[in-house]
T-cell receptor, first 111, second 115 residues
Framework: DTAVSQTPKYLVTQMGNDKSIKCEQN?????MYWYKQDSKKFLKIMFS???????INETVPNRFSPKSPDKAHLNLHINSLELGDSAVYFC??????????FGPGTRLTVL | AQSVTQPDIHITVSEGASLELRCNYS??????LFWYVQSPGQGLQLLLK??????LVQGIKGFEAEFKRSQSSFNLRKPSVHWSDAAEYFC?????????????FGKGTHLIIQP
């Protein structure tokens, strides 16, 4: 009964490829997020979705596109992967109080 | 713009000693404050949170934090650390506006426990 799950856990790919990361939450939360954690462990919000509508689109390249088919799922699609995209990507969901429930993370390595 | 400062990148503490991790925040409205812990290769686990009320909040694993509005601080403490506390600790701030803003994180403090 995992609360927030992500797949895959590890993703190794070549520059220029397109890849997707999937996220699902079974907590009934209305808001879901994508965060990026860089090699120095710095966590920064990328996107926020509330009831399937994009609320925040921080200054991320438009090669990154979040898609939410329903309020329990938020997927992240990345086009034309670059070396600098290598990071750990965390999905999260929250209640109205903003407490974030994080998934286990997806470690993306671009070669 | 909101921000969080964790001034200590690394802290080394002997097992059994007390611990205090510092966090200062900048936020334009009433802040919601959080401490998360991340063990190596793991996700983030909530230690404790402050929304309102009593400024001393208790969390899991024996941690507590004190909100001091006048100092814009939310320091994390533990009276006696265990080797299993070695991890990365993140302070974060967010608002209450429907919860859709997400959190702004500090850069983390890496805690090392000496035997």
């Amino acid at each position: 009964d995992t609360a927030v799950s992500q797949t895959p856990k590890y993703l190794v790919t070549q520059m220029g490829n397109d890849k997707s990361i999937k996220c699902e939450q079974n907590l009934g939360h209305d808001t879901m997020y994508w965060y990026k954690q860089d090699s120095k462990k710095f966590l920064k919000i990328m996107f926020s979705y509330n009831n399937k509508e994009l609320i925040i689109n921080e200054t991320v390249p438009n090669r990154f596109s979040p898609k939410s088919p329903d309020k329990a799922h938020l997927n992240l699609h990345i086009n034309s992967l670059e070396l600098g995209d290598s990071a750990v990507y965390f999905c999260a969901s929250s209640r109205i109080d903003n407490e974030q429930f994080f998934g286990p993370g997806t470690r993306l390595t671009v070669l | 713009a909101q921000s969080v400062t964790q001034p200590d990148i690394h802290i080394t503490v002997s097992e059994g000693a007390s611990l205090e991790l510092r966090c200062n925040y900048s936020y334009g409205a009433t802040p919601y404050l959080f401490w998360y812990v991340q063990s190596p290769g793991q996700g983030l686990q909530l230690l404790l949170k402050y929304f309102s009320g009593d400024t001393l909040v208790q969390g899991i694993k024996g941690f507590e934090a004190e909100f001091k509005r006048s100092q814009s601080s939310f320091n994390l403490r533990k009276p006696s650390v265990h080797w299993s506390d070695a991890a990365e600790y993140f302070c974060a701030v967010g608002g209450s506006g429907g919860g859709a803003d997400g959190l702004t994180f500090g850069k983390g403090t890496h805690l090392i426990i000496q035997p």
